[in-house]
């Protein structure tokens, strides 16, 4: 099985669905092959925003607490940075950690730095001390930041998401070429994704996604 899993590391309902996917492949005693893909919320020509001071985003987050209590995350919605940091050279790190085979625990701390720990992951000595706790050698990942090694990479993966993909909001997941839908974020909605359990009724407007514009509800998506 093959899962593309597009998202950002500002994105709590990014992180939510990555830990509901993991449960849920854990429990079904299946495993995938699983790509992440950059798709930054604000590219760094645009101003930064706060989300922590912004009540209407606070609103949405909040229908993520009984999924997070569920999953045993204990996400700040939203964490106490501000600005909502840029993701550019998280994601250019990613690429360096993936290549050391290290993407997967880079990916997951990262996430749980920002909506956890309330790091600033906009920042080059954060992300160094996270590629050090993720295994990786922080002295040759910070000289691949500040190199820009993997500029272009990034922003080809960019590039895919918005001209090919037609991403417009995250998390957008495909399993095996096909997208998925995610409404409810919970292990229960993923193991019917995964044809473990049968199709789940989906009930209400679902609990949101992220776009550039900001939150929205998942039927409104589109």
Do not use: W
């Not at 449960?23 to 020509?45: C, D, N, R, V, W």
């Not at 001209?163 to 495909?174: A, D, K, S």
């Not at 229960?188 to 049968?198: A, D, N, Q, R």
């Amino acid at each position: 099985m093959k899962v593309l899993f597009v998202s950002d590391y500002v994105c709590p309902y990014c992180l939510v669905a990555k830990e509901a996917l993991h449960q849920a492949l854990e429990a079904a005693g299946m495993k995938a092959e699983i790509q992440y893909h950059p798709f930054e919320l604000t590219p760094e020509s645009k101003p930064q925003v706060d989300t922590y001071h912004d009540e209407t985003r606070k609103a949405h987050y909040q229908v993520l607490v009984e999924p997070c209590r569920e999953l045993g995350l204990a996400m700040k919605l939203p964490p106490c940075v501000v600005p909502r940091p840029y993701t550019r050279m998280a994601f250019e790190g990613y690429f360096y950690a993936q290549e050391q085979g290290k993407g997967e625990v880079y990916n997951d701390l990262l996430y749980r730095a920002y909506f956890i720990e309330e790091k600033d992951i906009g920042k080059l000595d954060v992300l160094c001390d996270l590629a050090e706790a993720s295994g990786l050698d922080p002295q040759e990942f910070r000289q691949a930041l500040e190199e820009r090694k993997y500029k272009e990479q990034l922003q080809e993966a960019n590039r895919y998401a918005r001209e090919v993909l037609q991403v417009q909001y995250v998390p957008t997941i495909y399993v095996d070429g096909k997208k998925v839908e995610v409404t409810q974020y919970t292990k229960e909605e993923f193991l019917s994704i995964l044809g473990v359990t049968p199709s789940i009724q989906e009930t209400g407007d679902g609990l949101g996604v992220c776009g550039e514009d900001g939150c929205s509800l998942a039927a409104h998506r589109r």
